[in-house]
Structure formats: C-alpha cells, structure tokens
Nanobody, 121 residues
Framework: QVQLVESGGGLVQAGGSLRLSCAASRSIISINSMGWYRQSPGKQRELVVSITSGGTTTYADSVKGRFTISRDNAKNTVYLQMNSLKPEDTAVYYC???????????????WGKGTLVTVSS
C-alpha cells in the first residue's frame, strides 16, 4: 500500500513561515504529479499547488507569491514552503500524488492523512 507521509504542520503567527514535506513510501516507477490541497472547516477541499513530472506548477491565486512547491525526485518527496502566512491559510493540508507504483496500475491518485496548519492573528 502506498503511503504519503506528511510533516511540518503546526502553529505559527501571521506573517510567519512553515515548510511542509510529503514523502511517498512505496517503490515508485514514476510520479505523474504531486501537490497539496487544503480544507478549512465548513469548506470544500481546494487545490493549493501542484507540480507535474515535467515541472509545470499550478498555484491557487490566493497563495501565488507566498507559497512555493519543490521536489526531490531521488527521495520521492515534495515540499511546500509557505511564507507570509495569513489566518485564512489555516486548514488541514493534504498531500496528493498521481503515481505509478510497483504492482499497481499507473495513474492512481493517493492521499496523505493531512497535517494541520494554524495561523494566529
């Protein structure tokens, strides 16, 4: 079973920074895309940012210029650097990946369990 293990959430004051990490824990044949979603209480889960195997990134308008996604292909890990955090960034952040892993079909989407980010005003 594929696991996406997230880390780096926590409590930070407005204007501060956090860095989230997500590592895939299974033998990976290829990573089609990885990204981060978030969900606040009472709201739908929304895309924060994604990155394709070719390096194309898609950012939500609300985080452009403040958040940066990066990856370490050798470690099957993606990072989310979050700067200038605002109270409205408070949410559970979920890692998601479209992967091809050993003994499983290509193109399946996997989700992490989520990590809570709380930004105080």
């Amino acid at each position: 079973q594929v696991q996406l293990v997230e880390s780096g959430g926590g409590l930070v004051q407005a204007g501060g920074s956090l860095r989230l990490s997500c590592a895939a824990s299974r033998s990976i044949i290829s990573i089609n895309s990885m990204g981060w979603y978030r969900q606040s209480p009472g709201k739908q889960r929304e895309l924060v940012v994604s990155i394709t195997s070719g390096g194309t990134t898609t950012y939500a308008d609300s985080v452009k210029g403040r958040f940066t996604i990066s990856r370490d292909n050798a470690k099957n890990t993606v990072y989310l650097q979050m700067n200038s955090l605002k109270p409205e960034d408070t949410a559970v952040y979920y890692c998601s990946a479209n992967l091809w892993v050993v003994a499983l079909p290509n193109g399946m989407r996997y989700w992490g369990k989520g990590t809570l980010v709380t930004v105080s005003s």
